[in-house]
């Protein structure tokens, strides 16, 4: 548990978040900080001893049942977290980062505007990052790291109209890495037989199966890719600068980017050796490195320059990753934490010389380093670092790399290509560093003299995490055995790190100073590379503009699959889904052929039980319906004979001995019938008269769908007897559960796991009925229908109906919930019955406004899922989410599959209740929009 305590501490800052950002303002970040901290102090006692295993914990969440060679294996996901010394680093990185970027916010963000959406998602952005570091499980560890994501783009895109399109291609990029390590996790788990990353890591069967390594390995790099922003995936981390300056300090230094560099190296443990792997991070890497830098050198918003030089800086980091000897992984890991440090700060301190100047366009700002002395000073420490200048920390973490590539294995032809673009990127990276410096605070000769130092907290704040450079050098020895720690959890054998800033006179020593002399020359020729660069395509294109043609021939594609369903006839969208069903059915059936055979006796043999005249009955009410159907010229006398023919279907499932379903589906037909008044009212009373040519497509769907819809049903189900799943349910249910009704034992208990699901898709589907119908003008409808002149007149028998059946339907609604177990009902059945009821009290109303107008239906929406997904977490207790526990409070059997019961039924009322206010209330969201004159006729002639 004490491991636990760690995200779960970060949870509890991130529940206490809003209240505090309402009471406190920007000053909640204090707060917030203090669980961080409590955090982090957690973490610092799990620290491992080289004696001691590290500390984990472990909660089952559900087993994953997987065809194949794994089917019979025990394979569950899990509540895992594992803090070995890479995790545990990573962790820190990120809470202590975030705990200077959360207390610097406690003074740039303004006073009260914007904090509660702020610090609420910043603190998720903690917990997701948190989770993933910590996760020892790699379906969490893609579930914290898809939230990552989410989080990125929320917090983007609250910037406003200026963040919208970042935030879009943010998203798109990062949802792009997350199918790809989606897959590559499918098949980890597919080949190694387990969830659990310590396992996965350790299988055996990479070394067997070589094949399916090299293609994991690509699918993790290229997912870490689009998280650390390498070529071709770099474009979203510049257009992120539209994020407010504590985000883009966090998002670059800590958290999504350092999330990409963590998947890399905790997997190095696997691909080190794997020349794909090694390719693509280096490769990418390098290039990356000085594209980024030049693009860098470009810049004349500081925000987008020190971006770029982040995704130079990365560039470093995973091509010296993919080195992946020992050296280079501990060289990797110090310059991680180099780059946090000095990147963070720089971040910060760029939004200090917005604060004071207003502006951060290097040729909008003049001299102002007297003006700002202690920014001046900060920042320049900070861009030193980045730029490796003796004796600053970013010094020694680019010296340990440059020794990585040259003492990483590779040929003397490639090491030496390696040595020569790595020379070039050190270059670059000095020149946009003291450009960043020179053009924030040197030249320029705009009048700054209105300008004046930030108080102390702001620069303060901002510029520690560089001022720490500082003395970290003169103790740098005590980050050997971290640094050892970490790379033994990742490689199989430590590097015996010496940190030092001299290692003597080397080959790394002399590229170091000759890319500092080639930078010095830059400052002095500043102007004339400005002119030689300013503009210009570097490359034949750049990524965003790749995006954003990608985007637009998505689009274009988008309009054209969404055009049949821009019409309001239903037979222009409905003919496409039609006869894509009939054609894969057909493909199906074809290849099924007719002489299948069911435990050694073709199908047509074991049907029995057509003699029962009932069942005829049954089918001549349904076959009555649909005929009458099909004749009908008028809207309403369509909707009753589909009403009659749902009777039918009604009978059917009741003769076959299910009343369960057979009140699900009367209950579902009647009201279903009076959602479909409530939307023909609003449409012309008769059918539009079609053509030849439609009557003869209509006839021809209508056949082919019927026939491949029978040969389906008879191809799969046609056969007397029960299958083997339905045999075990019948055996053990009761033994099992205590509980008869086997069909809701089935929903809320075996497979409570799909019903939650469906809920879900439920609930979408309310919110979806909102939000297209009340984006729909009443102006806009094909009929309005006007408020009759005395309404009360026509709702006098279901007023008396409604006092009568009301309560009785709502009694019965209870009854039916509580005794789901047992016998025939449920929630759903009784949430069924209780719409019925909602319904009755609309119907009798004598206008047209919401029901239950103080509860908003979404509210039911919202409590159902979160009653049905809280009931699961108490199976947890027993081994796995949804497990249900029974027992026994004084003479009453409670369980918790009764509260999951009890979130299908505000779902399902949820969801009707959307369905009956938006449809049919006149006071709904967006009716209030005024009629087109054409409108008005047509209204006339109705009143007439």
Same mark, same amino acid.
């Given at each position: 548990?004490?491991?636990?305590?760690?995200?779960?501490?970060?949870?509890?800052?991130?529940?206490?978040?809003?209240?505090?950002?309402? &009471?406190?303002?920007?000053?909640?970040?204090?707060?917030?900080?203090?669980?961080?901290?409590?955090?982090?102090?957690?973490?610092?006692?799990?620290?491992?001893?080289?004696?001691?295993?590290?500390?984990?914990?472990?909660?089952?969440?559900?087993?994953?049942?997987?065809?194949?060679?794994?089917?019979?294996?025990?394979?569950?996901?899990?509540?895992?977290?594992?803090?070995?010394?890479?995790?545990? @680093?990573?962790?820190?990185?990120?809470?202590?980062?975030?705990?200077?970027?959360?207390?610097?916010?406690?003074?740039?963000?303004?006073?009260?505007?914007?904090?509660?959406?702020?610090?609420?998602?910043?603190?998720?952005?903690?917990?997701?990052?948190?989770?993933?570091?910590?996760?020892?499980?790699?379906?969490?560890?893609?579930?914290?790291?898809?939230?990552?994501?989410?989080?990125?783009?929320?917090?983007?895109? *609250?910037?406003?109209?200026?963040?919208?399109?970042?935030? %879009?291609?943010?998203?798109?990029?990062?949802?792009?890495?997350?199918?790809?390590?989606?897959?590559?996790?499918?098949?980890?788990?597919?080949?190694?037989?387990?969830?659990?990353?310590?396992?996965?890591?350790?299988?055996?069967?990479?070394?067997?199966?070589?094949? =399916?390594?090299?293609?994991?390995?690509?699918?993790?790099?290229?997912?870490?890719?689009?998280?650390?922003?390498?070529?071709?995936?770099?474009?979203?981390?510049?257009?992120?600068?539209?994020?407010?300056?504590?985000?883009?300090?966090?998002?670059?230094?800590?958290?999504?980017?350092?999330?990409?560099? +963590?998947?890399?190296?905790?997997?190095?443990?696997?691909?080190?050796?794997?020349?794909?792997?090694?390719?693509?991070?280096?490769?990418?890497?390098?290039?990356?490195?000085?594209?980024?830098?030049?693009?860098?050198?470009?810049?004349?918003?500081?925000?987008?320059?020190?971006? +770029?030089?982040?995704?130079?800086?990365?560039?470093? &980091?995973?091509?010296?990753?993919?080195?992946?000897?020992?050296?280079?992984?501990?060289?990797?890991?110090?310059?991680?934490?180099?780059?946090?440090?000095?990147?963070?700060?720089?971040?910060?301190?760029?939004?200090?010389?917005?604060?004071?100047?207003?502006? *951060?366009?290097?040729?909008?700002?003049?001299?102002?380093?007297?003006?700002?002395?202690?920014?001046?000073?900060?920042?320049?420490?900070?861009?030193?670092?980045?730029?490796?200048?003796?004796?600053?920390?970013?010094?020694?973490?680019?010296?340990?790399?440059?020794?990585?590539?040259?003492?990483?294995?590779?040929?003397?032809?490639?090491?030496?290509?390696?040595?020569?673009?790595?020379?070039?990127?050190?270059?670059?990276?000095?020149?946009?560093?003291? *450009?960043?410096?020179?053009?924030?605070?040197?030249?320029?000769?705009?009048?700054?003299?209105?300008?004046?130092?930030?108080?102390?907290?702001?620069?303060?704040?901002?510029?520690?995490?560089?001022?720490?450079?500082?003395?970290?050098?003169?103790? #740098?020895?005590?980050?050997?055995?971290?640094?050892?720690?970490?790379?033994?959890?990742?490689?199989?054998?430590?590097?015996?790190?010496?940190?030092?800033?001299?290692?003597?006179?080397?080959?790394?020593?002399?590229?170091?100073?000759?890319?500092?002399?080639?930078?010095?020359?830059? &400052?002095?020729?500043?102007?004339?590379?400005?002119?030689?660069?300013?503009?210009?395509?570097?490359?034949?294109?750049?990524?965003?503009?790749?995006?954003?043609?990608?985007?637009?021939?998505?689009?274009?594609?988008?309009?054209?699959?969404?055009?049949?369903? =821009?019409?309001?006839?239903?037979?222009?969208?409905?003919?496409?889904?039609?006869?894509?069903?009939?054609?894969?059915?057909?493909?199906?059936?074809?290849?099924?052929?007719?002489?299948?055979?069911?435990?050694?006796?073709?199908?047509?043999?074991?049907?029995?039980?057509?003699?029962?005249?009932?069942?005829?009955?049954?089918?001549?009410?349904?076959?009555?319906?649909?005929?009458?159907?099909?004749?009908?010229?008028?809207?309403?006398?369509?909707?009753?004979?589909?009403?009659?023919?749902?009777?039918?279907?009604?009978?059917?499932?009741?003769?076959?001995?299910?009343?369960?379903?057979?009140?699900?589906?009367?209950?579902?037909?009647?009201?279903?019938?009076?959602?479909?008044?409530?939307?023909?009212?609003?449409?012309?009373?008769?059918?539009?008269?079609?053509?030849?040519?439609?009557?003869?497509?209509?006839?021809?769907?209508?056949?082919? %769908?019927?026939?491949?819809?029978?040969?389906?049903?008879?191809?799969?189900?046609?056969?007397?007897? *029960?299958?083997?799943?339905?045999?075990?349910?019948?055996?053990?249910?009761?033994?099992?559960?205590?509980?008869?009704?086997?069909?809701?034992?089935?929903?809320?208990?075996?497979?409570?796991?799909?019903?939650?699901?469906?809920?879900?898709?439920? @609930?979408?589907?309310?919110?979806? &009925?909102?939000?297209?119908?009340?984006?729909?003008?009443?102006?806009?409808?094909?009929?309005?229908?006007?408020?009759?002149?005395?309404?009360?007149?026509?709702?006098?028998?279901?007023?008396?109906?409604?006092?009568?059946?009301?309560?009785?339907?709502?009694?019965?609604?209870?009854?039916?919930?509580?005794?789901?177990?047992?016998?025939?009902?449920?929630?759903?059945?009784?949430?069924? #019955?209780?719409?019925?009821?909602?319904?009755?009290?609309?119907?009798?109303?004598?206008?047209?406004?919401?029901?239950?107008?103080?509860?908003?239906? =979404?509210?039911?929406? @919202?409590?159902?899922?979160?009653?049905?997904?809280?009931?699961?977490?108490?199976?947890?207790?027993?081994?796995?989410?949804?497990?249900?526990?029974?027992?026994?409070?004084?003479?009453? =059997?409670?369980?918790?599959?009764?509260?999951?019961?009890?979130?299908?039924?505000?779902? #399902?009322?949820?969801?009707?209740?959307?369905?009956?206010?938006?449809?049919?209330?006149?006071?709904?969201?967006?009716?209030?929009?005024?009629?087109?004159?054409?409108?008005?006729?047509?209204?006339?002639?109705?009143?007439?």
């Amino acid at each position: 548990m004490t491991l636990l305590s760690v995200p779960a501490l970060v949870a509890l800052a991130l529940m206490l978040s809003p209240i505090a950002a309402r &009471i406190l303002g920007r000053g909640a970040g204090w707060p917030i900080v203090a669980f961080f901290v409590a955090a982090l102090v957690q973490l610092a006692r799990l620290t491992p001893t080289a004696s001691s295993a590290p500390a984990t914990w472990e909660q089952r969440w559900f087993p994953l049942v997987i065809p194949g060679p794994l089917a019979d294996s025990d394979i569950a996901i899990s509540f895992a977290f594992r803090a070995d010394p890479l995790s545990l @680093g990573f962790a820190m990185l990120a809470l202590g980062i975030g705990s200077a970027v959360f207390i610097y916010s406690t003074f740039y963000l303004p006073k009260r505007d914007g904090a509660v959406s702020f610090y609420v998602l910043m603190t998720t952005f903690m917990l997701a990052v948190v989770m993933l570091a910590l996760a020892n499980d790699i379906v969490l560890m893609f579930i914290a790291w898809e939230l990552v994501s989410i989080c990125s783009f929320l917090l983007i895109a *609250r910037a406003g109209s200026g963040g919208e399109a970042g935030a %879009m291609r943010t998203l798109i990029i990062t949802f792009f890495g997350g199918l790809l390590l989606l897959a590559a996790v499918a098949m980890t788990i597919s080949l190694t037989g387990t969830t659990v990353l310590v396992d996965v890591l350790g299988s055996s069967q990479w070394a067997e199966h070589p094949e =399916e390594t090299t293609i994991i390995a690509a699918l993790i790099a290229l997912a870490a890719f689009t998280k650390a922003a390498q070529f071709p995936f770099h474009p979203w981390l510049p257009e992120a600068m539209a994020a407010a300056t504590p985000v883009s300090a966090f998002l670059h230094a800590a958290a999504v980017v350092k999330a990409g560099v +963590y998947v890399l190296l905790r997997f190095s443990t696997v691909f080190a050796d794997n020349v794909v792997w090694q390719g693509l991070l280096i490769c990418a890497g390098m290039f990356t490195a000085v594209m980024a830098a030049l693009f860098a050198l470009q810049q004349t918003d500081l925000k987008r320059l020190t971006a +770029y030089s982040t995704v130079s800086q990365l560039g470093w &980091i995973v091509a010296t990753i993919g080195i992946g000897t020992p050296f280079a992984l501990a060289a990797a890991v110090v310059h991680t934490l180099s780059h946090a440090l000095f990147k963070s700060s720089l971040f910060m301190l760029v939004g200090v010389i917005d604060h004071e100047t207003g502006t *951060r366009n290097i040729r909008r700002i003049g001299s102002v380093w007297r003006q700002m002395p202690f920014t001046f000073g900060a920042t320049v420490i900070g861009a030193a670092s980045m730029a490796a200048v003796p004796p600053l920390f970013g010094f020694l973490s680019k010296e340990g790399m440059l020794t990585a590539f040259n003492t990483g294995g590779l040929s003397g032809m490639w090491t030496a290509v390696l040595l020569a673009v790595a020379f070039i990127g050190a270059t670059l990276t000095f020149a946009y560093s003291a *450009r960043l410096v020179i053009g924030a605070f040197i030249d320029g000769d705009r009048d700054m003299s209105h300008v004046h130092e930030a108080p102390v907290p702001l620069w303060l704040s901002a510029a520690l995490p560089a001022l720490l450079s500082v003395p970290l050098v003169a103790v #740098v020895a005590v980050l050997d055995k971290p640094v050892d720690a970490i790379v033994g959890a990742i490689a199989a054998e430590s590097p015996q790190t010496h940190l030092a800033l001299w290692h003597g006179i080397n080959l790394e020593l002399g590229l170091s100073l000759l890319a500092i002399a080639a930078g010095i020359g830059f &400052i002095v020729a500043r102007s004339v590379v400005d002119k030689a660069i300013e503009g210009r395509e570097l490359l034949p294109t750049n990524g965003a503009k790749v995006l954003a043609a990608v985007e637009r021939q998505a689009s274009r594609l988008g309009a054209v699959l969404n055009k049949p369903t =821009e019409s309001l006839q239903p037979a222009q969208f409905l003919a496409p889904i039609l006869w894509s069903i009939i054609a894969l059915g057909g493909v199906v059936l074809w290849g099924v052929g007719t002489e299948q055979v069911i435990d050694g006796v073709p199908i047509a043999e074991k049907v029995a039980n057509v003699d029962r005249w009932w069942d005829l009955a049954a089918l001549a009410v349904a076959a009555v319906g649909v005929f009458g159907a099909v004749r009908s010229l008028t809207r309403l006398k369509a909707i009753i004979m589909v009403s009659i023919s749902g009777v039918g279907v009604t009978l059917m499932i009741l003769f076959l001995g299910a009343p369960d379903v057979a009140l699900t589906q009367f209950m579902v037909e009647v009201l279903v019938t009076a959602l479909m008044m409530l939307v023909v009212r609003r449409m012309s009373p008769e059918f539009p008269t079609p053509s030849k040519n439609q009557r003869i497509f209509a006839a021809v769907t209508a056949i082919a %769908m019927g026939v491949v819809t029978f040969a389906a049903v008879w191809g799969l189900t046609g056969r007397t007897g *029960r299958n083997e799943i339905g045999e075990w349910y019948l055996a053990n249910t009761l033994d099992i559960s205590g509980q008869p009704n086997i069909v809701n034992v089935i929903l809320v208990e075996f497979r409570a796991f799909d019903t939650l699901g469906e809920l879900t898709v439920l @609930g979408f589907v309310g919110v979806a &009925i909102a939000a297209v119908v009340s984006s729909i003008p009443r102006g806009q409808m094909e009929f309005v229908p006007v408020p009759m002149k005395q309404p009360m007149l026509g709702t006098l028998p279901l007023v008396q109906l409604m006092r009568i059946f009301g309560p009785i339907l709502m009694i019965v609604s209870v009854l039916m919930f509580l005794r789901g177990h047992t016998q025939p009902g449920g929630g759903f059945n009784a949430a069924l #019955v209780a719409s019925a009821g909602l319904a009755l009290i609309y119907l009798a109303s004598d206008r047209d406004e919401p029901v239950m107008p103080k509860f908003p239906p =979404e509210w039911f929406i @919202g409590a159902g899922v979160s009653l049905a997904v809280f009931s699961g977490v108490f199976g947890l207790a027993k081994g796995s989410f949804l497990m249900p526990l029974h027992g026994t409070v004084g003479p009453l =059997e409670w369980n918790t599959a009764l509260i999951f019961d009890l979130g299908v039924y505000f779902a #399902v009322i949820g969801m009707f209740l959307t369905a009956l206010n938006y449809l049919g209330g006149e006071g709904r969201p967006g009716t209030d929009k005024p009629l087109k004159p054409a409108q008005l006729p047509q209204l006339q002639e109705v009143e007439q």
